[in-house]
């Protein structure tokens, strides 16, 4: 089977978003027309993600069937078993990501968080633990953590994600813009809000045409 | 010209930190092999990404002027002058952004925010002030804003969305998870952390083998 490409794997969860919207209207067949049009992507495009994931087949000028796509979706994204996460660095950003409670439903749940200053290690956000750095390798490796979400400043990340990875981390989820040097056992998915501006002001900048800016 | 794949546009602000990096480190010109290996793609990629937006050539062997490469990114990304924002929705996640300072160097800046509750408008938050809803028409329309940044819950996204347009705002950075119906005209740029979590796990997923999930 051909591997998932990023952007492919990325809509996912919004398929997910949408038919658990459907269900909630009361719809049990979900037509390839209306989900194309929803997340703005070509009919092809749906038919070939979904089949990639559900074994299910749609039925013609019918849909797919909404509960059991739900539960394939979920399946796949691994949703049923969260994964449990360190989150290091409890900055705006960091206690912002502890605050929001949302990531349970996307397959993350938070256990504890590290800092490298005494004002907030000892602390409690959000209901978790805020532990001094010296405290993570033992931690790591007490709760067989697997994964960590960096949230430090940029000129701390590849220390922390060096720490990390020498401690049995094999995910991490990087929110400091750098590009961290890690194994290749390791995987490391970067949120980078300045190559998301750069999409934006792109576009803008195409739509309002050049006497714009 | 072929346009830019998003992609693309997202590895711009990549070069340019690397860039900047070797600049303060000294460097003078810049191999296209060091660039390749430090953002993980081929020296192929590098190459056509940088003639697109840079005019001087490369030298052969010896790589790229280092100042006039920063010179034509931080030009083609718009960095030279900010593009000024509004934030709707001050909870855990609009607050962090507002204290975030670094968006200034990736071009944007925040003028002002605006939140429905009582509890935060009329305050200030990292030195902007928080507006009520009910002031956002005449300050879209006085301070000829363009863009805005959306960070209010899910249920009240999509309302928000259609009052910004209503009132002349023609670019939305989504970080609601939510897909926003707006007119064609009007450029979207989502931040869906769901999405990117979904990539996160399925490469953890494939690297750990499935004895481990």
Chains 1, 2 share one sequence.
């Not at 990501?97 to 000892?122: I, K, N, P, R």
């Not at 430090?152 to 961290?180: C, K, M, R």
């Amino acid at each position: 089977m051909k591997p998932f490409s990023k952007n492919q794997l990325e809509r996912y969860p919004l398929y997910l978003r949408y038919f658990k919207e459907l269900q909630e209207q009361g719809f049990q067949l979900a037509p390839s027309p209306a989900i194309a049009s929803r997340l703005g992507i070509s009919e092809e495009l749906v038919r070939k993600d979904l089949q990639a994931v559900c074994k299910e087949k749609g039925r013609p000028r019918k849909g797919r069937d909404v509960a059991s796509t739900i539960a394939a979706l979920e399946r796949f994204l691994g949703y049923g078993k969260p994964e449990h996460a360190i989150l290091i660095g409890v900055g705006n950003l960091g206690g912002a990501l502890l605050h929001f409670g949302g990531f349970a439903d996307s397959g993350l749940c938070f256990d504890a968080a590290f800092d490298a200053s005494y004002q907030v290690s000892g602390k409690q956000i959000a209901g978790k633990n805020v532990y001094p750095m010296s405290a993570l390798p033992s931690y790591i490796k007490a709760k067989k953590v697997r994964l960590a979400v960096i949230t430090v400043p940029s000129e701390a990340a590849q220390s922390v994600a060096t720490l990390l990875v020498e401690n049995g981390i094999v995910g991490i989820w990087n929110f400091a813009p750098v590009t961290l040097k890690v194994p290749k056992s390791v995987v490391v998915e970067n949120v980078d809000l300045s190559s998301s501006l750069a999409v934006l002001f792109h576009h803008m900048k195409e739509q309002g045409g050049p006497n714009h800016w």
